[in-house]
């Protein structure tokens, strides 16, 4: 069976601080590995990840690929308090059309002014 | 290009009773993922529907529970003689199904069992 693992579950800090967020993954037929951001509604895609290596990056947020260890990190740079959300990582394998994904439990994170 | 909508949002029901929740995918979309989400859990898989079709069910319990997405009108997740557990956010997430492509998720509806 599929599985994510995401740490750490929850983390508190003040504004400006830099965060790294941790996810590891068993799966079988990789195909993908995505980040989504949740408030208190739909989660929001952040990133789509296939490739070891090669850093994605969107403003304040980056994240980074390891196939060959199996783990992914989100980070955030000069933390605002509107980054405060759960964030939840996701995998996909590959098989036919169906792009099914299996979530990690997430990492709620709190920024305090 | 109005995103995935869902509907109700909130909904509560006693044990017994009949769920039903509904999801219209974006716009050109003609595929439909429901995941349930329990309190401090991720969010799990339960179906996969293209119009008309149920590709994959392995998620979802094999009683009580049922979905549906027909030619015309939303997709419609179903939940029978709901019992306390199966209070949840239920999200719905779509994707335009012809090319590989993120899914899209509406705001989620927030099942309540008294």
């Known amino acids: 069976e599929d599985k994510v693992v995401q740490s750490p579950l929850s983390l508190v800090v003040h504004e400006g601080d830099t965060v790294t967020l941790n996810c590891s993954y068993e799966?079988?037929?990789?195909?993908?590995l995505l980040w989504y951001k949740q408030e208190k509604k739909a989660p929001t895609f952040l990133f789509m990840l296939t490739s070891s290596g090669i850093e994605k990056k969107s403003g304040r947020l980056s994240s980074i690929l390891d196939k060959k260890e199996l783990f992914s990190i989100l980070n955030i740079t000069a933390t605002q308090t509107g980054d405060s959300a759960v964030y939840l990582c996701?995998?996909?394998?590959?098989?036919?059309?169906?792009?099914?994904?299996?979530f990690g439990k997430g990492t709620l994170l709190t920024v305090n002014p | 290009n109005a995103g995935v909508m869902q509907n109700p949002r909130h909904l509560v029901r006693r044990r017994g009773q009949e769920a039903r929740l509904r999801c219209s995918p974006m716009?050109?979309?003609?595929?439909v993922y429901w995941y349930r989400q329990l309190p401090e859990e991720g969010l799990k898989f339960m179906v996969y529907?293209?119009?008309?079709?149920?590709?994959?069910e392995s998620g979802m319990p094999k009683e009580r529970f049922s979905a549906e997405f027909p030619k015309e009108g939303p997709s419609i997740l179903r939940i029978q003689q709901v019992v306390r557990g199966d209070s949840a956010a239920y999200f719905c997430a779509s994707v335009e199904g012809r090319t590989y492509n993120e899914q899209f998720f509406g705001p989620g509806t927030r099942l309540t069992v008294l």
């Open positions: 529907l293209q119009k008309e079709n149920i590709i994959d």
């Open positions: 799966v079988t037929n990789f195909r993908s």
């Open positions: 996701a995998v996909e394998r590959s098989g036919g059309s169906n792009y099914k994904l299996t």
């Open positions: 716009k050109g979309h003609s595929h």
